[in-house]
């Protein structure tokens, strides 16, 4: 297995933009500047919509996005430059000391989640032999094909958004790639490509646990202290319930995202991450994030056991 530290890798490209929110400030004083990481994926638009387009009070607080690549946004948590933001469940297993988990925000796989694909089919031990087009080392797809392969594996870091087309045509960067670790919409677009599903690790994982997979979650910087921590995750939760609550309005929002889907397979892509587990973790969900990072810590994946610190508000 490569590396994992942040150091060791180049960063992907990334697809960037910043979207600001104005707070109303209190007494007079400027609004306290609130910087926040997502994906610029359709389930994130979603979930940040109301927040970024003032359909709620943010109080003393003015928000301002940043919608950059998963990737990216784990290996920049490391220096801790953003207060909100969003970060893999296995990334989290290395920042746990500077970011604690927001109860909301969560995206878990529910019988179904990140999937590997090939150009023909391919067994599990055909596949521990393939070079695999990965989206980032620390991604939680990464970390849940190293659980399920059971060994090391030779993968090439591409953007996420590139591995349909770099698997099907064979290559990238003149280096030959077999399969693709598959995340965001190119879940439900596959087969548009010709491409045959070689697992699905969201269904692995409910299989054997009876859990859904953890991928994803919203971090909140611990140095912002008790108070700001509460209100901003307090904020994070009345987005999130808004977009669920005024479903049409945020989908057409995030349509705008979802690369080669159309309105019916974008709410198909939103609902299967912005649901239920998304306004809360609940007992299942934290269960399953910490069987998740024990069993990455058993299997030598994560530097140290992690006990998963939850924000209340």
Not at 27 to 35: A, E, T, Y
Not at 61 to 78: K, Q, W
Not at 99 to 128: E, F, H, W
Request: net charge negative; charged share 20%; aromatic share 8%.
């Amino acid at each position: 297995m490569k590396n994992l530290s942040p150091e060791s890798q180049s960063l992907p490209q990334s697809l960037s933009q910043t979207l600001t929110s104005e707070g109303l400030g209190s007494s007079g004083q400027p609004p306290q500047l609130v910087r926040v990481g997502h994906s610029p994926d359709p389930d994130d638009a979603f979930m940040f919509y109301a927040l970024a387009a003032n359909k709620i009070n943010t109080g003393a607080y003015r928000f301002e996005h940043e919608l950059v690549d998963i990737e990216t946004l784990n290996r920049r948590a490391f220096a801790g430059e953003l207060e909100l933001t969003a970060l893999s469940i296995h990334a989290y297993a290395h920042l746990s000391d500077q970011y604690l988990l927001c109860t909301c925000g969560a995206s878990m796989g529910d019988g179904y989640g990140p999937i590997v694909v090939a150009k023909q089919p391919l067994s599990k031990a055909d596949l521990s032999q393939k070079i695999i087009a990965i989206p980032g080392t620390l991604t939680s797809a990464f970390l849940s094909l190293s659980l399920w392969l059971g060994q090391p594996f030779k993968h090439v870091l591409v953007p996420f958004d590139q591995i349909l087309d770099v698997v099907e045509a064979g290559h990238f960067a003149g280096q030959a790639v077999d399969a693709g670790l598959v995340i965001h919409e190119g879940q439900l677009t596959y087969r548009e490509q010709g491409l045959d599903l070689v697992v699905d690790l969201g269904v692995w994982w409910k299989d054997r646990t009876g859990l859904p997979l953890p991928l994803g979650a919203n971090g909140i910087r611990r140095n912002l202290g008790a108070d700001a921590i509460r209100e901003i995750t307090r904020l994070l939760s009345e987005s999130i319930n808004w977009g669920l609550d005024h479903r049409a309005e945020s989908l057409e929002y995030a349509m705008q995202w979802g690369r080669n889907l159309d309105r019916e397979r974008t709410d198909r892509f939103v609902g299967m991450y912005v649901n239920d587990w998304t306004r809360d973790f609940g007992d299942a969900g934290r269960a399953s994030v910490k069987l998740f990072l024990d069993e990455a810590f058993d299997a030598g994946l994560i530097p140290q056991r992690i006990e998963p610190e939850f924000v209340d508000f």
